[in-house]
C-alpha cells in the first residue's frame, strides 16, 4: 500500500523520499518505479529520509496498526524537528491516534491520522482520503492530497474532516459500513448458492444489480469473484476458498466505539459476529450434525433480493452515519457529514451508486442525525422494506442464516415504534433496585411504583 501511494505522488509530479526497513523491498520498489525515478529518491534508513527531506518535512507512515506504528513515531521523533509533520496514513485505532495527537504535539511535531481506502488499486490510481489532526498541519500538503486523490465529477475525494482522531475514526465506521455492505452481499449469494443457483448465473444477476440501485465497487467485484474459476482444479474460486474470514480489527473497533457511545450499529455488529464465528469452522461442523432441523432452500424473487439488499444497505450506512453524529458531538469534531459521504462517493471500497443520494440528503440535514429519516430514504425504505422483511422472514422460517439482514429489520422495526416495551424494563428496574422512572402523564425523573416492600 504504502509502494502504491508513493508511486501515485511521485506520478503527480512531487519529489519524494522512499524507505522501508527491507532493502529488499526498497529495491523491489526502485527497480520498478520506471520512468518516475527521477521523483524518487530511495533511503536505507529513517535518518536518510528525514535528512533527504526540505523543510518543514512531512513523512507518511503506512505500517501495521498498534505497536509498529509507535514504533516508527518513536524513532521518527528523534530525527525530525519541531514543526515537521509525521502522517499515519494506517489504519489506526482512533484512540491511539488521538494520543499520538497529543504527546507528539508536546515535541512540537504535528501529527495527522489519515484514513486511505480503496486498496492497493485506490492508493496507486486514486484513493479516498480522510484527514484528521491540526487543520494548519494539513494546508502544506493539501495540494499533494487533493492530487492523489480520487476525483467525483472532478472534486477530489480527500478532505480535513476534523481534529485528532476524526479521520481515522470516519476511516473506521467507513470500514465497519465495508463489513456490513460485505456481510449482506454474503447472505444473498449464501441464499442463492442453497437454492441451487449456479455461480455462473449468480454472477449475471450480481452483474444486473450493478445497473441498478445496488451499483457499487462490492457488488462488481462480486460479480467477477463469482465468475473466476481456480485454474488447478478447474472449479469456480470461490468453491476452493476456505470459509474464514479474516478481519484486522476496524469492524470490531466501530462496534466498540458505538456501545460506549451509547449507540449500537448492529448490522455492523452481525458482520463482525459472523466472521468471528466463521473462525470456528470444527465447531460448526459439529454443530451442524447436532441440529440437523429445518434448514431448507428459499426460493426467493430476483427483485426481492435485490430491494431487501438495498434496504439493508441504506440502514447499514444510517447506523454508520448516526455512530458519526454521535462522535462528533461527543469528541467535539463538528464534523461535516454531508463532506463525509462526498469523499465516499469515489475511490473507497464502499464506493456507490447510494453515496451521492446519501451526501445530498445529508447536506439538506438530517432529523435527529438519521439518514433513514431523509425524505428520499424514508421513500426508498417503504418501498424497499416489504421485500427485506420477506427475505428475512422465509429465510428465517427455513432456517438460513441471515444475521446482518435480520439485524437491519430488527433495528428498523424497534426504531419505527413511538411506544416501546422498555415501560416494562424501567418497571423492572425499579421493582428490584428503586432506580426510578419517568412518567407519561408528569415532568420530571424519580418516580417509583405501588411495589409491595
Ligand atoms: C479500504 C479497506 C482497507 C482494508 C481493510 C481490510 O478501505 O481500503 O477497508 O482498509 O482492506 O482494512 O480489513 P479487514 O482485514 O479487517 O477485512
Same mark, same amino acid.
Given at each position: 500500500?504504502?509502494?502504491?501511494?508513493?508511486?501515485?505522488?511521485?506520478?503527480? !509530479?512531487?519529489?519524494?523520499?522512499?524507505?522501508?526497513?527491507?532493502?529488499?523491498?526498497?529495491?523491489?520498489?526502485?527497480?520498478?518505479?520506471?520512468?518516475?525515478?527521477?521523483?524518487?529518491?530511495?533511503?536505507?534508513? +529513517?535518518?536518510?529520509?528525514?535528512?533527504?527531506?526540505?523543510?518543514?518535512?512531512?513523512?507518511?507512515?503506512?505500517?501495521?496498526?498498534?505497536?509498529?506504528?509507535?514504533?516508527?513515531?518513536?524513532?521518527?521523533?528523534?530525527?525530525?524537528?519541531? !514543526?515537521?509533520?509525521?502522517?499515519?496514513?494506517?489504519?489506526?485505532?482512533?484512540?491511539?491516534?488521538?494520543?499520538?495527537?497529543?504527546?507528539?504535539?508536546?515535541?512540537?511535531?504535528?501529527?495527522?491520522?489519515?484514513?486511505?481506502?480503496?486498496?492497493?488499486?485506490?492508493?496507486?490510481?486514486?484513493?479516498?482520503?480522510?484527514?484528521?489532526?491540526?487543520?494548519?498541519?494539513?494546508?502544506?500538503?493539501?495540494?499533494?492530497?487533493?492530487?492523489?486523490?480520487?476525483?467525483?465529477?472532478?472534486?477530489?475525494?480527500?478532505?480535513?474532516?476534523?481534529?485528532?482522531? /476524526?479521520?481515522?475514526?470516519?476511516?473506521?465506521?467507513?470500514? !465497519?459500513?465495508?463489513?456490513?455492505?460485505?456481510?449482506?452481499?454474503?447472505?444473498?449469494?449464501?441464499?442463492?448458492?442453497?437454492?441451487?443457483?449456479?455461480?455462473?448465473?449468480?454472477?449475471?444477476?450480481?452483474?444486473?444489480?450493478?445497473?441498478?440501485?445496488?451499483?457499487?465497487?462490492?457488488?462488481?467485484?462480486?460479480?467477477?469473484? +463469482?465468475?473466476?474459476?481456480?485454474?488447478?482444479?478447474?472449479?469456480?474460486?470461490?468453491?476452493?476458498?476456505?470459509?474464514?474470514?479474516?478481519?484486522?480489527?476496524?469492524?470490531?473497533?466501530?462496534?466498540?466505539?458505538?456501545?460506549?457511545?451509547?449507540?449500537?450499529?448492529?448490522?455492523?455488529?452481525?458482520?463482525?459476529?459472523?466472521?468471528?464465528?466463521?473462525?470456528?469452522?470444527?465447531?460448526?461442523? /459439529?454443530?451442524?450434525?447436532?441440529?440437523?432441523?429445518?434448514?431448507?432452500?428459499?426460493?426467493?424473487?430476483?427483485?426481492?433480493?435485490?430491494?431487501?439488499?438495498?434496504?439493508?444497505?441504506?440502514?447499514?450506512?444510517?447506523?454508520?452515519?448516526?455512530?458519526?453524529?454521535? /462522535?462528533?458531538?461527543?469528541?467535539?469534531?463538528?464534523?461535516?457529514?454531508?463532506?463525509?459521504?462526498?469523499?465516499?462517493?469515489?475511490?473507497?471500497?464502499?464506493?456507490?451508486?447510494?453515496?451521492?443520494?446519501?451526501?445530498?440528503?445529508?447536506?439538506?440535514?438530517?432529523?435527529?442525525?438519521?439518514?433513514?429519516?431523509?425524505?428520499?430514504?424514508?421513500?426508498?425504505?417503504?418501498?424497499?422494506?416489504?421485500?427485506?422483511?420477506?427475505?428475512?422472514?422465509?429465510?428465517?422460517?427455513?432456517?438460513?442464516?441471515?444475521?446482518?439482514?435480520?439485524?437491519?429489520?430488527?433495528?428498523?422495526?424497534?426504531?419505527?415504534?413511538?411506544?416501546?416495551?422498555?415501560?416494562?424494563?424501567?418497571?423492572?428496574?425499579?421493582?428490584?433496585?428503586?432506580?426510578?422512572?419517568?412518567?407519561?402523564?408528569?415532568?420530571?425523573?424519580?418516580?417509583?411504583?405501588?411495589?409491595?416492600?
Amino acid at each position: 500500500m504504502g509502494a502504491a501511494l508513493a508511486m501515485n505522488i511521485a506520478e503527480k !509530479g512531487f519529489g519524494i523520499a522512499v524507505h522501508n526497513r527491507s532493502s529488499e523491498k526498497l529495491d523491489d520498489f526502485m527497480e520498478n518505479v520506471g520512468d518516475l525515478e527521477d521523483q524518487v529518491t530511495p533511503a536505507e534508513s +529513517l535518518d536518510g529520509l528525514v535528512a533527504a527531506l526540505g523543510t518543514p518535512r512531512a513523512v507518511i507512515i503506512m505500517v501495521k496498526a498498534g505497536e509498529p506504528v509507535d514504533s516508527v513515531i518513536e524513532s521518527l521523533s528523534e530525527v525530525m524537528e519541531p !514543526g515537521d509533520l509525521i502522517i499515519d496514513a494506517g489504519n489506526a485505532d482512533f484512540n491511539d491516534t488521538r494520543a499520538r495527537h497529543a504527546a507528539l504535539s508536546e515535541k512540537g511535531l504535528n501529527f495527522l491520522g489519515v484514513g486511505v481506502s480503496g486498496g492497493e488499486e485506490g492508493a496507486r490510481h486514486g484513493p479516498s482520503i480522510m484527514v484528521g489532526g491540526d487543520r494548519e498541519a494539513y494546508a502544506p500538503i493539501e495540494d499533494i492530497i487533493t492530487a492523489i486523490a480520487a476525483k467525483f465529477e472532478g472534486d477530489p475525494c480527500a478532505d480535513w474532516l476534523g481534529p485528532d482522531g /476524526a479521520g481515522h475514526f470516519v476511516k473506521t465506521v467507513h470500514n !465497519g459500513i465495508e463489513y456490513a455492505d460485505m456481510q449482506l452481499i454474503a447472505e444473498a449469494y449464501g441464499l442463492m448458492r442453497t437454492a441451487g443457483v449456479s455461480l455462473g448465473d449468480m454472477a449475471e444477476v450480481f452483474a444486473n444489480w450493478n445497473k441498478g440501485p445496488l451499483q457499487s465497487y462490492l457488488i462488481e467485484i462480486t460479480a467477477e469473484i +463469482l465468475a473466476v474459476t481456480d485454474s488447478p482444479t478447474g472449479k469456480p474460486v470461490v468453491d476452493i476458498i476456505m470459509d474464514k474470514a479474516g478481519q484486522k480489527g476496524t469492524g470490531r473497533w466501530t462496534v466498540i466505539e458505538a456501545l460506549k457511545l451509547g449507540q449500537s450499529a448492529t448490522t455492523i455488529e452481525a458482520a463482525v459476529a459472523a466472521r468471528s464465528w466463521s473462525a470456528g469452522k470444527e465447531m460448526r461442523a /459439529a454443530a451442524e450434525d447436532a441440529f440437523p432441523g429445518v434448514r431448507d432452500a428459499v426460493d426467493l424473487a430476483n427483485a426481492d433480493l435485490e430491494a431487501a439488499l438495498l434496504a439493508a444497505r441504506i440502514i447499514g450506512y444510517g447506523q454508520g452515519m448516526a455512530l458519526l453524529a454521535a /462522535a462528533s458531538e461527543a469528541f467535539e469534531w463538528s464534523l461535516d457529514l454531508a463532506r463525509v459521504a462526498e469523499i465516499w462517493r469515489a475511490g473507497c471500497i464502499i464506493r456507490s451508486a447510494l453515496l451521492d443520494e446519501i451526501a445530498s440528503g445529508t447536506r439538506e440535514g438530517l432529523q435527529f442525525d438519521q439518514l433513514i429519516l431523509s425524505p428520499a430514504f424514508v421513500e426508498r425504505l417503504n418501498e424497499t422494506v416489504p421485500a427485506l422483511r420477506r427475505v428475512v422472514a422465509a429465510s428465517v422460517s427455513s432456517g438460513q442464516p441471515i444475521p446482518a439482514f435480520a439485524a437491519a429489520l430488527s433495528y428498523f422495526d424497534t426504531i419505527r415504534r413511538a411506544r416501546g416495551t422498555t415501560d416494562l424494563i424501567q418497571a423492572q428496574r425499579d421493582f428490584f433496585g428503586r432506580h426510578g422512572f419517568e412518567r407519561v402523564d408528569k415532568d420530571g425523573t424519580g418516580f417509583h411504583g405501588p411495589w409491595a416492600e
